[in-house]
């Protein structure tokens, strides 16, 4: 063959080249479109093969199909889903549902304590059906985690998780938690507080709540999943109220040292008690307890009625002579009749002609009342813990106690303060404090107060 | 060891490197993305310093605030209850000089007693220095601050800038 190829002519070799480009000019774009073609191919069959690649191919465009399709024909794709979608949703609810039953037998099968019996009469009293406060308490409710926050600094005074660190494991960032939770409050403050006091009260992450309670130099925040009971607001503000008021020093001038606050540690681990607030009554509305205070009221006076009355009719009996008179009648014609009653009766006697009435002067006086009082001088004075002033409506707090003194803050409605001290005539309150730590002078009229006034001195009385 | 807790802040222009400073040699939890949301991050530096014969382990939990403008209004209530601020600025742009007083100012206005230590940073960029030494110490003597020359990004004296802040903020 070599032979034969290497004999053949010149012009043959020439015309092969020639025949060979010509095959590249009418061909040539064939082929390269050809060899694009396969390298695509083998691209999509390298697709098909690996999930993954196919999946991440996939998906941006069927999830644009989907957007599409639901926006442009919701009904159709409604429909489509209901067979999947609707029954793991009926299922989802119905087991939530044999949950709630079963919660709720458990606890008719445990809740016959007078507690929860007194509690079920409350919430009668309430118009809240046994039912209804069953279910109530079905709902679940768990404080996951508590932190006690320096105000100012966002530094970490303490930290209650409900388990352990050293347990579940995780890194203790709880204080990165609590700086940046004062960042963001203090953004909220300043992006939507304006000039107004108060803040942030509570943040909502899906089920999962931070509860917030503003104090006067720290805050709670406190973690909580489900609904809280009624009353656990209340709770959170007077543990608060307490910690502040028994280490208000510590507070006013925090050094770092979060040590001295170990001890509080028991208030407030109270509030992470599994089940809290089951026993609390719920807060009363301000109507009702006008009721309540009234009721109180008219008990009360009957009551001292009633001993004022028993008190007036001892002493009346006691003073009351008690006698007996002896009416002895002797038929016969004599017609005398005298009477003498010992010591102060004077009957007169009116003899008729039949009847003969001798009065024999054995009138006895018996005094047989027996009045005994006995006083109990027992009553004990009860001081009570630091009065607080809770602002009902928007008000100044004052430089002095007047309304012609100067403005030096606005205290927005629920802030409270705590109660230094009065003026003579009781109209106004010197609270403390302000943003700036400063004391202020409130309107008494302004201001709901909580505690003890009894130990508010009046200032400025010499 | 006593374990005591202090907030301060970073404080500086735009792009001196407060976050690089921070991103370095402290721990995170939190991303950088807040401080174009919030205008600020928190972050923790644990440092041991001496203090009457003992040694503290002060954590100090470092509030870097975005540089920008637009959080001006808000930068007030981030300095509220720190114990001390680092000032930063940057050793190739002297425009980040001039805030200085002021960033010191307001420090000093909403925390009176708060204690400041200036760190003038990209010191590895030497031919690009356009601040010297002297001129660092002079504003530095002026606020009665100690003064570190640093690099986040090699690393130069960023942990002795930290270290002072926190023997300050301890008292020392």
């Known amino acids: 063959m070599d032979a034969a190829r290497g004999a053949e002519p010149e012009g043959d070799r020439i015309d092969d080249a020639l025949l060979d480009d010509l095959r590249d000019i009418v061909a040539g774009p064939d082929r390269e479109r050809m060899r694009l073609l396969e390298t695509r191919i083998a691209l999509v069959e390298h697709r098909t093969g690996d999930h993954e690649a196919l999946a991440a191919a996939v998906s941006p465009i069927l999830g644009d199909a ?45 809740s016959f304590s007078p507690a929860y019996f007194v509690r079920r009469l409350q919430a009668r009293a309430r118009g809240v059906s046994g039912a209804e406060l069953a279910l ?39 204080d990165l938690v609590s700086s940046m939770l004062t960042a963001i409050r203090d953004f909220a403050q300043d992006a939507f507080g304006q000039d107004q006091q108060g803040g942030l009260d509570e943040i909502q992450y899906g089920d999962r709540r931070i509860l917030i309670e503003a104090l006067q130099h720290a805050y709670l ?194 802030s409270t303060y705590t109660v230094l001290g009065r003026d003579a005539t009781g109209g106004w309150l010197q609270v403390c404090c302000t943003t700036r730590g400063d004391a202020g002078w409130l309107a008494t009229a302004l201001a709901t107060i909580s505690g003890s006034m009894e130990s508010v001195p009046i200032v400025g009385e010499e | 060891m006593i374990s005591l807790g202090a907030k301060v ?58 540089g920008s403008e637009e959080f001006d209004r808000i930068r007030a209530s981030y300095l509220r209850g720190a114990a001390g601020a680092l000032i930063v600025c940057d050793l190739t742009q002297r425009s980040t000089l001039d805030s200085i007083h002021e960033y010191a100012h307001q420090m000093s206005e909403v925390n009176p007693r708060a204690t400041l230590v200036l760190a003038a940073n990209k010191c590895d960029l030497v031919e690009q220095r356009v601040v010297q030494e002297d001129e660092i110490s002079a504003i530095a003597a002026e606020l009665k601050a100690p003064c570190y020359l640093t690099s986040a990004k090699m690393g130069v004296a960023v942990e002795e800038a930290f270290r002072h802040l926190g023997r300050l903020a301890v008292g020392q």
């Open chain 1, 66 to 110: 989907i957007r599409r399709q639901v926006r442009e024909d919701r009904d159709e794709m409604v429909e489509s889903l209901y067979p999947i979608i609707g029954q793991l949703i009926t299922r989802a609810v119905a087991e939530a549902i044999r949950d709630l039953a079963r919660t709720i037998d458990q606890r008719m099968r445990t």
């Open chain 1, 221 to 414: 925040a406190v973690v909580v999943d489900g609904v809280e009971p009624a009353g656990f607001r209340t709770k959170l503000r007077e543990q608060g109220i307490e910690i502040e008021n028994t280490y208000l020093d510590v507070l006013r001038d925090y050094s770092g040292d979060a040590s001295q606050l170990d001890a509080a540690q028991t208030n407030l681990a109270r509030l992470m008690e599994e089940g809290f607030g089951e026993d609390e009554p719920a807060d009363l509305s301000s109507s009702q307890k006008r009721i309540a205070v009234g009721l109180v009221v008219v008990l009360t006076l009957c009551l001292l009625g009633a001993c004022l009355g028993g008190a007036i009719w001892a002493r009346n009996a006691l003073k009351r002579p008690a006698y007996v008179v002896v009416v002895t009648a002797t038929p016969g014609p004599a017609e005398a009749a005298t009477a003498t009653t010992v010591p102060t009766g004077t009957p007169a006697a009116t003899a008729t002609p039949t009847v003969t009435v001798t009065a024999s002067p054995t009138t006895t006086l018996t005094p047989t009342s027996t009045a005994t009082v006995t006083a109990s001088p027992t009553a004990t004075r009860t001081v009570g813990p630091a009065a607080s002033a809770q602002v009902v409506v928007i008000a100044n707090l004052r430089a002095e106690p007047s309304l012609t003194s100067a403005i030096i803050e606005r205290a927005a409605i629920g």
């Open chain 1, 136 to 174: 109530r308490d079905a709902l679940p409710f768990k404080v996951a985690e508590l932190f006690l926050i320096h105000r100012e600094s966002g530094l970490l005074l303490l930290h209650l998780p409900q388990e352990p660190l050293s347990i579940s494991g995780a890194e203790d960032n709880s």
């Open chain 2, 9 to 66: 802040c970073l404080l500086g222009d735009y792009a001196v490197g407060k976050t690089s400073l921070v991103r370095r040699f402290v721990y995170n939890m939190f991303e950088d993305k807040y401080l174009s949301t919030i205008g600020v991050k928190v972050s923790r530096k644990v440092v041991a310093v001496p203090r009457d014969d003992d040694v503290v382990e002060l954590t100090l939990m470092l509030w870097d605030l975005a």
